[in-house]
Antibody
């Protein structure tokens, strides 16, 4: 069974840092791009970042560039999101998702259960 | 950035109804359009990719269509488990923007 399990969320003060992890299982991790997608409370979905299979390419939404870093450890089948200089508007559930790609486009499947990040003093 | 606009933002319907949700892109995205379903407190689930391809395991009552800038998600006969929020998402550009969502509620 393909499974993604996030961890590392919690309460952090504005300006603080947090590192999210996503443990992947049930598929060949090194064959896929991976993404982080977030959802602020009561709001819609926002793609945050993605990373190529070997980590050589990374892309970010403008609002997190320079503050967040996506990375992966293929030996551990794990995806990470290092979040620095956190702001109140970064408060959200953060989902890890497998980023499937082909000639028909790119889509997220499956998603993890999410981990909540709350930025507040 | 490509902007995605869904309509309506919310919709009330009854079990057995046929419903259609629309998604419009601010520029042509060919068929690079996906649909997701999200239930309260749960992660989104892929329903349709590439505008009209049904994800494995998704019931046949879900249909996607469209290309260019205008797309639709149709549920042919609503079932109780279909009441949820639906999102479209474009993958034409490297920034995968989502629509704002359509909340489907029981009438």
């Amino acid at each position: 069974e393909v499974q993604l399990v996030e961890s590392g969320g919690g309460l952090v003060q504005p300006g603080g840092s947090l590192r999210l992890s996503c443990a992947a299982s049930g598929f060949i991790f090194t064959s896929y791009w991976m993404s982080w997608v977030r959802q602020a409370p009561g709001k819609g979905l926002e793609w945050v970042a993605n990373i190529k299979q070997d980590g050589s390419e990374k892309y970010y939404v403008d609002s997190v560039k320079g503050r967040f870093t996506i990375s992966r450890d293929n030996a551990k089948n794990s995806l990470y999101l290092q979040m620095n200089s956190l702001r109140a508007d970064d408060t959200a559930v953060y989902y890890c998702a497998r980023d499937r790609r082909g000639v028909l486009g790119r889509w997220f499947d499956p998603w993890g259960q999410g981990t909540l990040v709350t930025v507040s003093s | 950035d490509i902007q995605m606009t869904q309509s309506p933002s919310s919709l009330s319907a009854s079990v057995g109804d046929r419903v259609t949700i629309t998604c419009r892109a601010s520029q042509s995205i060919s068929s690079f359009l996906n649909w997701y379903q999200q239930k309260p407190g749960k992660a989104p689930k892929l329903l349709i990719f590439a505008a009209s391809s049904l994800q494995r395991g998704v019931p046949l009552r879900f249909t996607g269509s469209g290309s260019g800038t205008d797309f639709t998600l149709t549920i042919s006969s609503l079932q109780p488990e279909d009441f949820a929020t639906y999102y479209c998402q474009q993958s034409h550009s490297s920034h995968y923007n989502f629509g704002q969502g359509t909340k489907l509620e029981i009438k």
